[in-house]
């Protein structure tokens, strides 16, 4: 309880972006738009659970149900309509276990028919485990828009450097970004 929960994080992430930091109680705010005008930012969070665990294992603990893919994927469709991009951000990762019947990110993207972009880190073993869920992205029939670097350090080691400069060729997806440290 008292932690920032991810709705949290991705306002500020946007923020990086160009965020006037402004947001209102039911999540509405702006954002910087081309030639610094105020564009509208809408975050929604249907739920927030209080551990920091699996969406299915949180829901558990705290006796209720988790969010299903289908349902989730009904609330947000509409907030797609007028707008240049809905994120839907994947708590856990691609195969965490969604609701209790076994549902993931993957379905729920798989719902929407949505593009993916993975976040993965920089480290020694990232291009295996990006590489895994890039496959895992395609056996179903979705599509990797590009990876996302979700922290980059200021000096990055040797591992951090090479796998900057090959990811994108071993995977088969580029590399879109970064979030510094």
């Given at each position: 309880a008292g932690e920032p929960g991810d709705v949290d994080e991705?306002?500020?992430l946007v923020g990086r972006v160009g965020t006037?930091?402004?947001?209102?109680?039911?999540?509405?705010?702006?954002?910087?738009?081309?030639?610094?005008?105020?564009?509208?930012?809408?975050?929604?969070e249907p739920m927030r659970l209080p551990d920091p665990l699996a969406p299915a294992t949180a829901a558990r603990l705290a006796g209720v149900d988790g969010p299903d893919p289908r349902g989730a994927a009904r609330r947000i469709a509409p907030l797609a309509t007028g707008r240049d991009l809905v994120l839907v951000e994947g708590a856990g990762g691609l195969l965490v276990p969604f609701d209790r019947a076994g549902g993931t990110i993957a379905d729920l993207a798989g719902e929407l028919g949505a593009e993916l972009l993975v976040v993965t880190g920089m480290g020694l073993g990232t291009i295996n485990s990006t590489a895994l869920t890039v496959e895992a992205i395609r056996r179903r029939g979705l599509t990797p828009r590009g990876l996302v670097w979700?922290?980059?350090?200021?000096?990055p080691d040797l591992a951090e450097r090479t796998n900057r400069e090959d990811m994108a060729g071993w995977v088969g997806v580029p590399v879109v970004g970064g979030v510094p440290e």
């Open positions: 991705v306002r500020r006037t930091g402004r947001h209102d109680r039911e999540g509405r705010g702006e954002r910087e738009g081309p030639g610094g005008t105020p564009e509208p930012l809408i975050t929604v979700g922290s980059v350090p200021r000096e």
